[in-house]
């Protein structure tokens, strides 16, 4: 990696992880991040959408999801075929709904969006709005980008904090925890993960992102 190649990076872990600057060195060369520092946020939203409600959350994750973006060879073209560019979400019945990009003013962009936030809601229910708020967030650009961002540079690729990603959602009947799980996009060349969980109370915890081997061709 060349030296300029690793300044951003490394002054968003030093800063986040609060870890010494040869930890993050070494951590950046060998494809890892490390986990933020106790209560240390790498995104928020605005304040006035913390009221209690979820639909600061919703807003913004509905925002951020149309505008899915590919990630590139730093000495190549685009990572992955246009079509697979887009925010796919699983739920735990097996069912997937996947993103478009494109206008919210656009009928079936908006009808899109509104599912996915809708099977959001119905997973997490209306009762529990600190939690659907948290789970929205951690779907938005504030709960991803912290980690696609500049997260491959180690590989060859450049990302941005809009990159998009396979999401996994289920719910502990027992806690009623919600956990997602991140995951590469169809079609790119490594896999990777890392988990959020939200409690009912809308804490969030979320494991270092780990880049894993390449896929199979």
């Not at 993960?193 to 992102?209: A, D, R, Y």
Request: hydrophobic content about 35%; proline content about 5%.
């Amino acid at each position: 990696m060349a030296h300029m190649d690793i300044v951003y990076p490394l002054m968003v872990m030093m800063n986040e992880s609060g870890e010494s600057i040869d930890a993050c060195i070494a951590a950046i060369r060998e494809g890892r991040r490390l986990p933020n520092a106790p209560y240390v946020s790498s995104g928020t939203g605005h304040l006035e959408e913390l009221d209690g409600t979820a639909d600061g959350g919703r807003r913004t994750m509905i925002g951020d999801i149309i505008r899915s973006t590919n990630a590139k060879y730093i000495n190549g073209g685009p990572v992955m075929q246009q079509a697979d560019t887009r925010f796919t979400f699983r739920f735990p019945d097996g069912s997937t709904l996947v993103a478009r990009i494109g206008d919210l003013g656009k009928r079936e962009v908006s009808q899109f969006c509104t599912a996915i936030a809708d099977r959001i809601e119905t997973l997490c229910g209306k009762v529990h709005p600190k939690q659907l708020s948290a789970i929205y967030f951690a779907l938005s650009q504030s709960g991803t980008g912290m980690n696609t961002k500049e997260g491959f540079r180690s590989r060859g690729i450049e990302s941005d904090e809009h990159m998009a990603l396979t999401f996994t959602l289920a719910r502990d009947a027992a806690t009623g925890s919600v956990t997602i799980t991140c995951t590469e996009p169809q079609g790119f060349p490594f896999h990777f993960h890392w988990i959020t969980t939200v409690t009912l109370s809308g804490t969030v915890t979320s494991t270092p992102m780990v880049i894993e081997a390449p896929q199979a061709q």
